[in-house]
């Protein structure tokens, strides 16, 4: 009972974690340990970070105008507060928008999802904007880098992992494509199948959740077009993905119906300028207009 008791207080599904005592018995330290996984899988607070709590006035007594009920915030969703704390405290957030005519890009989607499927995966648009934005790291080596404060430097990575925000029933997961730039799209659609079933069956690793350079999320299946990212620190970038839409465009001087796909970056303006964030954009968007340009010119 003590423990079902702390892992109430912790806001942890006791049975989530591993049995480590005698005969597999879940013990308390078990359940912090399971805890201190979680948090630091969303991200750990350096010392002098911003923690939720920590800035701004004490709340009112909302029971003094009506019934209310408080609830105690899991593990997860208590470290997903504070990296979004720190995260738009520590970084001047702008966030700009364009869209990509993705007919022909589609239609190919359409016809080689088949081999994707085969091979146990799903050709699916995160997957392809996974691959595009990569392309876009090499040749924006910026938006892959990290600001050190501290020592007044730029760090810029020479490798590319991709974050990839998965919405599971416990909250937001980030897990990571490791050399997303070596992987072709076959390969990344397999990769992200699995590790987004094992983020919802709670079966994904917390260092299978570190490492990331970049992150991409894709709200399109929820139906949102343009939306404004938060940059997941130490990361500069993030690529927001949303729902395409059938619309009427002058194509050749007739109208014709086109796929249109809504895409936003949000960046860290202390190295990305606005010039920068346009061009990245709309590098990203040409490549998924034009799917054999990436084959051709990298």
């Given at each position: 009972p003590s423990v079902r008791r702390l892992a109430r207080e912790l806001g942890i599904e006791v049975d989530a974690v591993s049995g480590s005592g005698v005969g597999g018995r879940i013990t308390a330290e078990g359940v912090k340990r399971h805890a201190r996984e979680l948090i630091s899988g969303a991200g750990s607070v350096p010392s002098g970070g911003a923690r939720f709590g920590a800035t701004g006035p004490a709340l009112p007594d909302f029971s003094g105008w009506g019934e209310v009920e408080r609830r105690p915030m899991s593990a997860l969703r208590r470290a997903t507060t504070e990296a979004m704390s720190r995260a738009w405290s520590t970084i001047p957030h702008v966030t700009q928008h364009d869209s990509a005519d993705v007919t022909e890009l589609e239609a190919q989607r359409r016809r080689l999802a088949g081999r994707v499927e085969a091979a146990g995966g799903k050709l699916t648009v995160t997957a392809i904007a996974i691959k595009v934005a990569t392309a876009a790291l090499r040749a924006f080596p910026t938006f892959n880098a990290s600001v050190d404060a501290e020592r007044r430097e730029i760090v810029f990575k020479r490798y590319i992992h991709v974050?990839?925000?998965?919405?599971?029933?416990?909250?937001?997961?980030?897990?990571?494509?490791?050399?997303?730039d070596r992987k072709n799209v076959r390969e990344i659609a397999v990769e992200l199948a699995d590790l987004a079933d094992r983020a919802r069956s709670k079966k994904i690793t917390p260092d299978e959740m570190r490492g990331a350079t970049f992150t991409v999320s894709n709200l399109g299946g929820l139906g949102t077009t343009y939306f404004s990212p938060i940059v997941n620190w130490p990361e500069v970038a993030i690529l927001g993905v949303g729902r395409a839409e059938t619309q009427a465009r002058i194509v050749d001087d007739g109208i014709e119906a086109r796929r249109i796909l809504p895409l936003s970056v949000s960046y860290d303006h202390r190295i990305i300028?606005?010039?920068?964030?346009?061009?990245?954009?709309?590098?990203?968007?040409?490549?998924?207009?034009?799917?054999?340009?990436?084959?051709l010119e990298g």
């Open positions: 974050g990839v925000a998965v919405d599971t029933e416990r909250g937001l997961l980030v897990p990571v494509i490791r050399d997303a300028d606005g010039a920068d964030a346009a061009r990245f954009l709309r590098w990203i968007a040409e490549a998924m207009e034009q799917p054999l340009l990436l084959a």
